[in-house]
Every structure is written in C-alpha cells, then in structure tokens.
C-alpha cells in the first residue's frame, strides 16, 4: 500500500466488527456504534476502518446511521497487523479500585498478547462469582476500546481471575515465565541483551508486590526473578515498563 494511501486509512475511524468482513458485503454494526457515528455526525456515504479482531482490516463506506443501527458496505481489506514479534502475557496481581483498567489498556497499546489477571496473597480486592464474570467481560471491552484506539487488529485476550497458586501448577508452554522482583540481582535490561526475542510471561504482584513465599513457589516451579533496575516501581507501572523494555530490545517500537 503506497504511503498516501496508508495515511488515509489511519485517520479514518475505527471500529472493532465480530463477524466476516468480505468485500462487497454489508454488514450491521453494533448499537454502541451506530450511536456514536450518529452522536459524530457521521453520514452515509463516508468512510472508516473496521477489524474483527482476526488479523488486518478493511475500509468500508457507510450505508445508513441511525441513533441505534448502522451499517457499512466493505470496499477493501488490508493485511496490516501492528503486533509485536513474540508473544508477552501479562500474569499481573490484582490491584485495587480502578487500576487493572489503566493496566489493561496500556497493555494492549504496548503490544500484550494476553492478560492473566491473579489473586495473589496481597490483592486487596476479592472478586468471585458474578462480581468476577462482570470484571471480566469489562476488561474485555477495554481491550476492544484500546484496539480501536491504538490501530491494533488482533484482540488480547484477558483470562478469567485465578488464584495465584493454582495458576503456578499449569503448564507454562513455550513462554518463559518472568517474575519481577526487587529481591533479583539481575534484571529485565540485562537479561533481554543476552537472550533472542522468545514468548515471556511477566508476573507482576498487586500493591506490596507478591509475598516472598509466593516468589519462592514462582521460582521453585521455574520462573526467572529479575529486578526492574535500583527504583521501586508500583504495580501499575511495572509490568508496562516491561513490556516497553522487551518491545525495546527485542524489536516492536
């Protein structure tokens, strides 16, 4: 794609659109989304950028706005993908009040593939049952909202809540498991110098950071402690530093 052409397409608007976006098809766009193109002013006949969450993204022309419907009529696809060159999750400990919504979203504009979000010893907040469900699929939408925002076509994925312990003993496949701990002597920096870009998990405690039993059984089942460098960093702040550290090293930014 020429770059006057790319340039067009990146300030159209963007939508994410769960269903088959073939070209010369129609498709009905969500409620949420008819309202804010009618809240924009949007008309039929202008033009934006709708992704299914599957890899790239297609130009599309809208067909009717109303308060509650809308649709588009597909133009063209483009295999555009703004991912990150190896797979990160982000196993973060619960935090308190409204922070795992900053956390999740700057994630995904940095690149996270998936977000496991914990209930480790410190967590202040308990959820469970339908007070979980709901967190979660709000997360989930965040995750939409960011990609939308951040030109990302792929979706993260945000795990249902786990119990800190009972995550430990799942396997943890070909990504290796990173724990951040001041307690390390050596860290994150160093570490991605010395080592090809690979599939990571971060491990990042809630407020006070993870107990030092729980480091103990993170390394006992075969984590890698390393610290973030000489300052103490606050829970939502440390595993978006990493992420940063990783894409810088290891390609991405």
Known sequence: MA???QSIWSFMPRFYCPQPLLAGTTVDLAEAV???LHVVRQQPGDELVLFNGEGGQVRARLVEVGKRRASAEVIAHEAADAELPFRVTLAQGLPEGS???????KAVELGVSAVQPLAARRSVVKLAGER???RLAHWQAVVVSASEQCGRNRLAEVAPLQ???RW????AGAAVRILLSPRADASLAQWTKT???????IMVGPEGGFSAEEEDAAIAA???PLSMGPRVLRTETAGLAALAILAAGWGGI
């Open 195 to 201: 080592t090809p870009p690979r599939d990571v998990t």
């Open 34 to 36: 008819a309202h804010h």
């Open 163 to 165: 119990e800190f312990g």
């Open 3 to 5: 770059a006057s052409q």
């Open 99 to 105: 922070k795992m919504d900053w956390i999740v979203e």
């Open 132 to 134: 979980a469900d709901k």
């Open 222 to 224: 075969g984590a890698l």
């Open 168 to 171: 430990l003993t799942e396997p």
